[in-house]
């Protein structure tokens, strides 16, 4: 499912990729658990095809609940965290809140 749904954000099929990308997550939460680093990529690519498609608040609660799991998980310094952060601040400044981008 996650090869299918990053080939359909390839194509431009964000929505598509999106509905791809949900049922990944909720694969990856049976299986995996709400925690796992594989859960929260799934997370994270969730929120960036919501981001993609306009819908910045879901987008933002998806990477708030990415962000924390990849601080406890992988910890603050990693790339993973740092994208993460890099995504909430694109969602701020989509939702009209520049200033609150800057201070992510």
């Keep these: 499912a996650r090869?299918?749904?990053s080939a359909l954000a390839d194509?431009?099929?964000?929505?598509?990729?999106?509905?791809?990308?949900?049922?990944t997550l909720a694969l990856a939460e049976a299986?995996?658990?709400?925690?796992?680093?594989?859960?929260?990529?799934?997370?994270?690519?969730?929120?960036?095809?919501?981001?993609?498609?306009?819908?910045?608040?879901?987008?933002?609660?998806l990477l708030e609940r990415a962000l924390t799991g990849y601080e406890l998980e992988l910890g603050t310094a990693h790339e993973a965290t740092a994208l993460t952060?890099?995504?909430?601040?694109?969602?701020?400044r989509g939702m009209g809140d520049s200033e609150a981008a800057l201070v992510l």
């Excluded at 194509?11 to 509905?19: D, F, T, V």
């Design 85 to 92: 952060l890099h995504g909430l601040a694109k969602c701020k």
């Design 3 to 5: 090869a299918r749904a």
């Design 31 to 61: 299986v995996l658990g709400p925690r796992h680093v594989d859960t929260l990529g799934a997370v994270y690519n969730v929120a960036t095809m919501a981001s993609t498609q306009g819908k910045y608040s879901h987008a933002f609660s």
């Design 11 to 23: 194509e431009g099929r964000h929505a598509e990729a999106e509905r791809a990308y949900v049922q």
